[in-house]
């Protein structure tokens, strides 16, 4: 039981992950981001598009259209989160406006498109992308190790993906003047501006970036999750990053923490109620659990909690 | 071009609502641009929106159906939309951005279904105490929200897109547990005498829906703007959201109008929340939020954040929502290009301050460039 | 231009704005190596000026030379690459980094990590940064955070900021207003220190004495034109004052003896906390009787927004009690403290006194919009607040493009000012207090403002007026009292004290307990 709880613990938690360190790249430059949704939504999509279109081609029994797919689609989150760019850092909308209107344009031009695509070029009347299942695998060694060899065992490559990703994120964030820059115009953007930074195009890359990670994570689930690509993809686990990422207090380390406690306490409720014969529903009271805490955590610590400070704001050079 | 904008997008005189007009037309000419690459007929599909929505006739209509039918259809899925929006617009006004409109709509139709709708109680008690209910559910989780905001400073976004989904997750195991309908696999129908929508209400040799709360909603958004206008309580609310210091400053209660502001926007939902689940649908759809809430805001904006604009752009967005089933059996166009072009016209109304500052730019740079021309002439 | 004796020459510099001309047809010629200083009143165009030069605004007309080079400055990045360094009035600096790194931020010190992937030094840039403010004597732990630190380092850092960068032209917006003596004295140690180090600095202030202690020249500035250069040893700080404000200094405001009568406000032993949870007011005590103008003089930080704002409600009291009228009021809210007549004038027009969204009308019913003479059960009387509008547009002279329903951010600054004014005056209160009110405004609205005062005085008010301006403090002053370091360290009749001795009580000389803590950051 605990291997499946550590199993399933981090295939959940790991996408999720990836998507929070997206939205931590746009929020720490300064630029609220609830466009996450749809970020890795598109991202999925194109995706998926990508996969589909080189398994027909290509056929079965290769592995390249499956990394070709996380490619497709970093690509694709990253050209879509152009329009929350535009939105909020070419056009100076509000934020938050623009993340809800950037995700229901998310949800429906995929879906639009993905029934458009299924007729006209594959003549099937599907609002599905259908993808291979992944492959899995146990990495040699380290998953014979006991009880915590369940972390190696049965591993979605996309996992080994996202953890590669997410080194090289935080190494961009914490150790490159592009990192320094980025985190000072989340702090007092005037100041970056006068150190001679281009504070709008600090902002275009990182929110360009917070899609093609939050693009990764959506990538995942639809292999881990469904094995297709639909409007189901919409399930809300953007805004479930978002928690996990204002829970972890915008930092990529606490983050991946309550990733993971998002993650094992998912699995381990389902476990549980498994093992207790309780009906598949107490499920559904599991998945409160973190948003609850989350909940808890700002009512209770609150003080602790410190938003990039010009988070939201908008950076009007003229404006002194 | 710069000119031809000014000269239509400039001056104070309602402006607001004329970018709101122009980002409805840009968006509708996409969709024309749209429907024309996809090889479809633009104006026939627009015609079909009218057509399905009930403002225009249909060629043909099925046993007792015709234009008036589909029209009442169209206003039963307009009265949720126009009291949603306004929950939004008064959290709006009062400087607070209400992302949970779908968290209280759920939490409004539930408690409504689950006391009154699954009751044997008389249509005449029933109905106005799915009102109440919904009223009071809403209004609940809205306190909630702003006393997190008032007390603990929480950002009213991140509660309530919390509360959203624990909402949503807990009325799911609920309705799973209890209340599911093994068919559907939606919450069991409400007893029609709890429904705010007379279901196949049969006369003039016609059978039709009526929406009961429709007048309702056309009330709430004149009452509404007579609070926000005219009322000392929707002056508070309205400096409070313009300027929280300065209200304070002039010894307004903060607190007292965030929670006002708050329980006031919930309960506006509460009302979306019942008509939408006990009167539009009959049932609820475990494991969703109702996408309604996030194109409230949307709607808002495009209604320029006020009430009586609120009630124009809902009907806009029903018309294109609910003609889209039509048009799509009409044309074979995929269903989901209604959605498109909505998404456009909100992502264009979310633009609005933007090509406000645009054309205010625009103008000044016409004026300085014409003061030149004339000086030189001189 | 070999060997041209300036560093930098601006020529004929006019930058206007909207309303304004901020600089007419200026010409400064700065020499290599020298303390050049402006000089001028609030809005005479010094800070434009050196904003040009540092490239945030592009002049209308006029040409720079720096190096004897033609340039033409359009950022302030370019501005440091030109050798151009600015410390601005307020401080631009990331509150979550280290001093080290606001220092190196937007030029880091780069290595690569096994050869290949870069990454910033921040070993290196620690270092190099010990080294520059050892060579300067400018005191800085690189390691500690910027939010950690008090404003007389943060200030420091800015300074660093610019020698980091090699600057060679160093400019210093008004860089003594936050400063306390001891900070002051080392600052101008500091900059003597960059002068010896063959820096050519430009200072920015309205502060004579300081110019007369560091600067070789000083360029005179009023109303956006160049009055004159003067070398500062050669004239008195009388003549340079004189020049400064383009008439003789003197101005005083009518007023008649004071009649005053019973106490209104008491403050005793009031102790008022910051937003960082620091005292800024500690243990203050005094009273002001009607018919009487009690004038709070102190420098800029000090404690004077925290104690008005803790009398008007606005600020918790941790300790002490506020009596109005004998009533203890200290816990009240500040509608209760409204009704009870209380005005306040606020410092900040835009952010506090007024709706900047709202109308004129509306803005000038705020306090009393929920009175039976302008609602009936809550349902509002629209003529009662547009006559009332009216009233005190007229009354006041309040000019708007549209009359009552003018949204006030449309409107002037000194209109604004007025409006505020006008309501508050109208508001017939007890206790009025004013916080700066003449900020911002014109020679002819300050004396109008003066006379208000005056006006509410002998109507019988108590005023509490709060001032930075030591012209405004002695010539409308009944009492005075001066606050430093959150204490009020004098209080006397304005008869008995000249201006040098209240100069000196607000730099916390001949006060007990001098204390060198900096005031509050922002």
């Not at chain 1, 291997?3 to 931590?24: E, K, N, Q, R, S």
């Not at chain 2, 029609?192 to 009526?210: M, Q, S």
Request: proline residues 3%; hydrophobic residues 45%; neutral net charge.
């Amino acid at each position: 039981m605990i291997d499946t709880i550590i199993i399933d613990g981090l295939t959940f938690a790991l996408p999720m992950f990836i998507m929070a360190v997206g939205g931590i790249f746009s929020e720490k430059s300064g630029i609220t981001n609830l466009a996450v949704e749809g970020l890795q939504g598109f991202g999925a999509f194109t995706g998926a598009l990508v996969m589909v279109i080189m398994m027909n081609s290509m056929g079965n029994g290769t592995q390249v259209p499956y990394y070709m797919s996380f490619v497709a689609a970093a690509l694709g989150g990253m050209l879509y989160a152009l329009v929350h760019v535009i939105l909020c850092v070419k056009f100076n909308g509000n934020q938050v406006i623009s993340g809800v209107v950037v995700n229901i344009l998310a949800m429906s031009l995929t879906s639009f498109l993905t029934r458009r695509i299924n007729a006209d070029f594959f003549g099937q009347t599907s609002n599905k992308f259908i993808l291979e299942t992944s492959i899995r695998f146990d990495v040699p060694v380290l998953s014979g190790i006991p009880v915590l060899g369940a972390a190696f065992t049965s591993v979605y490559p996309f996992e080994i993906l996202i953890i590669v990703v997410a080194i090289i994120a935080w190494y961009v964030m914490y150790r490159t003047p592009y990192g320094m820059h980025l985190r000072a115009c989340g702090d007092n953007p005037h100041a970056a501006d006068a150190a001679g930074i281009d504070v709008k195009k600090v902002r275009t890359v990182a929110v360009v970036l917070s899609g093609g990670l939050s693009a990764i994570g959506g990538m995942s689930y639809a292999y881990s999750i469904s094995a297709n690509f639909s409007p189901d993809i919409y399930l809300g686990f953007g805004y479930l990053a978002i928690a996990a990422l204002i829970f972890g207090n915008w930092s990529i380390l606490p983050t991946l923490g309550a990733c993971l406690l998002f993650g094992f306490a998912r699995s381990s409720g389902q476990a549980i109620i498994q093992k207790l014969g309780m009906p598949s529903t107490f499920n559904d009271l599991v998945r409160t659990l973190p948003y609850v805490v989350t909940l808890l955590l700002l009512v209770f610590f609150s003080k602790n909690n410190r938003s990039p400070r010009a988070l939201g704001e908008i950076y009007d050079k003229g404006k002194r | 071009m710069k000119k031809y904008m000014v000269k239509l997008l400039g001056g104070e005189k309602h402006q607001m609502l004329r970018i709101s007009l122009f980002a409805i037309v840009v968006s509708l000419i996409f969709g024309v641009v749209v429907l024309l690459i996809i090889g479809n007929n633009p104006f026939a599909s627009y015609l079909n929106l009218l057509q399905g929505s009930g403002l225009a006739p249909k060629r043909s209509y099925a046993g007792r159906k015709n234009m008036f039918t589909d029209f009442m259809n169209l206003l039963d899925a307009l009265t949720p939309m126009i009291f949603a929006s306004l929950a939004v617009t008064v959290a709006l006004k009062g400087g607070l951005f209400n992302i949970g409109v779908s968290g209280m709509m759920l939490a409004a139709g539930f408690a409504a279904t689950v006391t009154v709708g699954y009751s044997s109680l008389f249509a005449g008690a029933a109905k106005p105490l799915v009102l109440i209910i919904g009223i009071i559910s809403g209004a609940l989780v809205g306190a909630l929200i702003g006393w997190l905001k008032y007390r603990f400073n929480i950002n009213e976004v991140v509660s309530s897109i919390m509360l959203n989904y624990i909402l949503m997750y807990v009325f799911t195991f609920f309705i799973n547990s209890y209340y599911v309908d093994p068919v559907s696999r939606q919450s069991t129908n409400i007893n029609d005498a709890a429904r705010l929508t007379i279901v196949d209400f049969k006369a003039f040799g016609l059978k039709f829906d009526i929406p009961l709360a429709f007048p309702l909603a056309i009330i709430v958004a004149i009452l509404i703007r007579f609070i926000m206008d005219k009322t000392t309580i929707g002056f508070e609310i309205k400096a409070v959201g313009l300027s929280r210091t300065a209200a304070n400053y002039a010894g307004i209660s903060i607190g007292r109008n965030i929670m006002l502001t708050m329980i006031l926007s919930g309960a506006l939902a509460g009302l979306a929340g019942v008509t939408y689940f006990c009167g539009y649908v009959g049932s609820i759809q475990p494991g969703v939020v109702p996408s309604m809430g996030f194109n409230a805001i949307a709607v808002a904006l495009l209604g320029c954040s006020e009430p009586i604009g609120c009630i124009y752009a809902s009907f806009l967005i029903t018309i294109i929502s609910n003609g889209s089933i039509y048009m799509s059996s009409q044309q074979g166009v995929e269903i989901e290009i209604a959605d498109l072009i909505t998404a456009f016209i909100l992502i264009f109304s979310a633009c609005s301050e933007y090509i406000r500052m645009y054309v205010s730019k625009a103008a000044m740079e016409l004026n300085t460039a014409g003061e030149k021309k004339g000086g030189a002439q001189a | 231009m070999e060997g041209s004796e300036y560093i930098v020459e601006m020529k004929h510099i006019t930058k206007r704005f909207p309303r304004i001309v901020a600089n007419n047809d200026v010409s400064l010629s700065i020499k290599k190596g020298e303390i050049y200083a402006l000089l001028g009143e609030n809005g005479a165009g010094k800070s434009t000026i050196m904003s040009v030069l540092f490239g945030m605004y592009e002049p209308d007309e006029g040409e720079i030379y720096i190096r004897g080079e033609k340039v033409n400055i359009t950022s302030p990045r370019q501005a440091t690459k030109l050798g151009i360094g600015m410390v601005h009035q307020h401080f631009k600096l990331v509150s979550n980094y280290t001093v080290a790194e606001n220092i190196i931020l937007g030029s880091e010190p780069q290595n690569k990590l096994c050869g290949i992937i870069p990454h910033v030094d921040i070993k290196k840039a620690n270092a190099d940064i010990a080294a520059l403010s050892e060579q300067y004597g400018l005191k800085v732990d690189p390691t500690s955070v910027i939010s950690e630190v008090n404003v007389s380092t943060q200030q420091r850092v800015e300074i660093l900021k610019m020698l980091y960068r090699d600057a060679e032209i160093l400019i210093f917006d008004e860089p003594t207003a936050v400063l306390t003596p001891q900070e002051i004295e080392y600052l101008l140690e500091i900059i003597r220190g960059l002068r010896a180090n063959g820096k050519t600095v430009i200072i920015i202030t309205h502060k004579l004495e300081e110019i007369k202690a560091i600067a070789d020249r000083c360029a005179i500035l009023n109303h956006g034109r160049l009055i004159d250069v003067k070398d500062v040893k050669e004239t008195s700080t009388s003549e340079m004052a004189r020049l400064m404000v383009g008439r003789e200094v003197s101005f005083t405001v009518d007023k008649t003896e004071a009649q005053p009568g019973g106490t209104v406000l008491k403050v005793e032993n009031l102790t008022v906390c910051n937003e960082l949870g620091l005292e800024a007011v500690k243990d203050v005590s005094f009273e002001i009787r009607s018919g009487e103008i009690f004038a709070l003089a102190g420098v800029s930080g000090n404690g004077q927004n925290e104690l008005a704002d803790a009398i008007a409600g606005i600020k918790p009291v941790k300790k002490g009690r506020v009596l109005l009228n004998s009533r203890d009021i200290t816990g009240m809210t500040i509608r209760e403290r409204i009704e009870d007549g209380m005005a306040y004038i606020p410092e900040d027009r835009q952010k506090v006194g007024l709706v900047m969204g709202y109308s004129l009308k509306d803005n000038l019913a705020i306090k009393n919009y929920y009175n039976a003479r302008f609602s009936n059960h809550k349902i509002i009387k629209e003529e009662a607040f547009e006559e009332h509008g009216d009233r005190l547009i007229n009354a006041y002279d309040i000019r708007s493009s549209e009359g009552n329903k003018t949204i006030v951010r449309a409107m002037s600054g000194g209109n604004q000012q007025k409006a505020m004014i006008a309501r508050e005056i109208d508001m017939n209160g007890k206790l009025i207090i004013f916080m700066q009110p003449t900020r911002g405004l014109d020679v002819g609205a300050i004396s109008n403002v003066h006379k208000s005062i005056i006006a509410e005085r002998d109507r019988g008010a108590a005023v509490l007026l709060i001032s930075l301006e030591l012209d405004e403090v002695m010539n409308c002053a009944d009492t005075i009292g001066v606050i430093f370091d959150g204490r009020i360290n004098k209080i006397a009749k304005a008869s008995e004290l000249s201006v040098n001795e209240v100069g000196e009580y607000m730099m916390g000389v001949s006060a007990t307990g001098v204390s060198a803590k900096g005031g509050d950051a922002e």
